[in-house]
Structure formats: structure tokens, C-alpha cells
T-cell receptor, first 116, second 113 residues
Framework: GDSVTQTEGQVTVSESKSLIINCTYS????????LFWYVRYPGEGLQLLLK?????QKGSSRGFEATYNKEATSFHLQKASVQESDSAVYYC?????????????FGTGTSLLVDP | EAAVTQSPRNKVAVTGGKVTLSCNQT?????MYWYRQDTGHGLRLIHY???????EKGDIPDGYKASRPSQENFSLILELATPSQTSVYFC????????????FGEGSRLIVV
């Protein structure tokens, strides 16, 4: 089946420093999956951070970027300068059209703590 | 704005009891989903639905039932709750025509004692 592997556990970064959260995927369908980053801020539900549905393209939102690399099957999340308000749990996900239609498969989540 | 609301937000249940988690969406999306989130596992799909009257098993359906009586409502039912079902449950709605972006509720925290 489909799977998503991302940087595990908690990542601590000092404010204004750069961030990368790794994400690699395996999709069982013949076509290209859609790739997503979702974020969960404390006390809130998950919300879409960015998505890319075409291989080779880059998505961006709130200063975060991720590039759909089909060859490496990767979709790493990067930010040049993090802020304390970025502290949250980040989930990489893919949407693959299996026999039963669209489903999202999530990674285990990466908890980002930004030190002020 | 897209809206998915879940109830209850917090629930303590006894082992063997019945628990119903409810979800309502105002997005007019055909697809709805129930996930649970546990540390070390991320979000795992329990049941989903393509529209009123349909329910499909996800990746971890054992011990759960689902009901989709209308476009707007999708319930998750634990007939005989067990402590292993202690978790945070998320409902979501989505539209495949928009690349299947999912809109999530705020989550329901269930503790089974």
C-alpha cells in the first residue's frame, strides 16, 4: 500500500534559523500522487499548509516551500527563517487514486518547536 | 468558509460502553473521512464515505462502524469501547475534483477507562 515517511519525533530550531523536514513517499498507483503538507497548531484541527499535484513543481505558503521530486520520491518541507508561531505538528501526506477512490495517507508527523 | 464540526470534543467512556462521534460538514463535499491520531502512528484512516448511504472500510476499521445518513453528517460508532480506542479522532470532508484537499474538524478526544 501507500506509505509516507517523514522526520520523526520533535525538531527544535532557534528562531530565525532555517528548517527542513524530510518526507519521502511510496505510491502504488500508476499515476502521480498528489502531495500535501498539513499543519496542526496547538488546540486546533489539521489545516492544509500547501499542496502540489504536478511532479517537478513547488508549492509555497506562509514562507514554507516544498518541491515535488518524482525521481527521489520526496517532498521535503523547508523554511528559510522560522518564527515562534511556526511551532506546530507537521504532516506530510499523499493522495493516491486506488481502486476505491481518493484517500489520504499520512506520515507520522513532526513536532516543530521554535525556541525564541 | 469550509466548516467541519465534531461532537463531542471530549469524551470519557467506560470499557464495553457505546460511543458515537458525530461530524457535520457544510462544504457540500461528497467524501467524508474518519481518522484517528496516535503518537508514533500519525493519522490512520478508519472509515470513509463517498456520499449519503455509503460507508467504506479504511485501513484500521476493526472495532468501529460508520454511518452516513446524509450529505452533511458522518458518524463513527464504537459499539463496545476498549481502552485501545483511546485516541484523538478527526473527521474530514473532501472533494476529489479539487485535488482531494481535506478539511478537518478540530478533533474529538476520547478516553476509554
Amino acid at each position: 500500500g501507500d506509505s509516507v515517511t517523514q522526520t520523526e519525533g520533535q525538531v527544535t530550531v532557534s528562531e530565525s534559523k532555517s528548517l527542513i523536514i524530510n518526507c519521502t513517499y511510496s505510491a502504488t498507483s500508476i499515476g502521480y500522487p498528489n502531495l500535501f503538507w498539513y499543519v496542526r497548531y496547538p488546540g486546533e484541527g489539521l489545516q492544509l499548509l500547501l499542496k502540489v499535484i504536478t511532479a517537478g513543481q513547488k508549492g509555497s505558503s506562509r514562507g514554507f516551500e516544498a518541491t515535488y521530486n518524482k525521481e527521489a520520491t520526496s517532498f521535503h518541507l523547508q523554511k528559510a527563517s522560522v518564527q515562534e508561531s511556526d511551532s506546530a505538528v507537521y504532516y506530510c501526506a499523499l493522495s493516491d487514486r486506488g481502486n476505491m477512490g481518493y484517500k489520504l495517507t499520512f506520515g507520522t508527523g513532526t513536532s516543530l518547536l521554535v525556541d525564541p | 468558509e469550509a466548516a467541519v464540526t465534531q461532537s463531542p470534543r471530549n469524551k470519557v467512556a467506560v470499557t464495553g460502553g457505546k460511543v458515537t462521534l458525530s461530524c457535520n460538514q457544510t462544504n457540500n463535499h461528497n467524501n467524508m473521512y474518519w481518522y484517528r491520531q496516535d503518537t508514533g502512528h500519525g493519522l490512520r484512516l478508519i472509515h470513509y464515505s463517498y456520499g449519503a448511504g455509503s460507508t467504506e472500510k479504511g485501513d484500521i476499521p476493526d472495532g468501529y462502524k460508520a454511518s452516513r445518513p446524509s450529505q452533511e453528517n458522518f458518524s463513527l460508532i464504537l459499539e463496545l469501547a476498549t481502552p485501545s480506542q483511546t485516541s484523538v479522532y478527526f473527521c474530514a470532508s473532501g472533494d476529489p475534483l479539487s485535488g482531494n484537499t481535506l478539511y478537518f474538524g478540530e478533533g474529538s478526544r476520547l478516553i476509554v477507562v
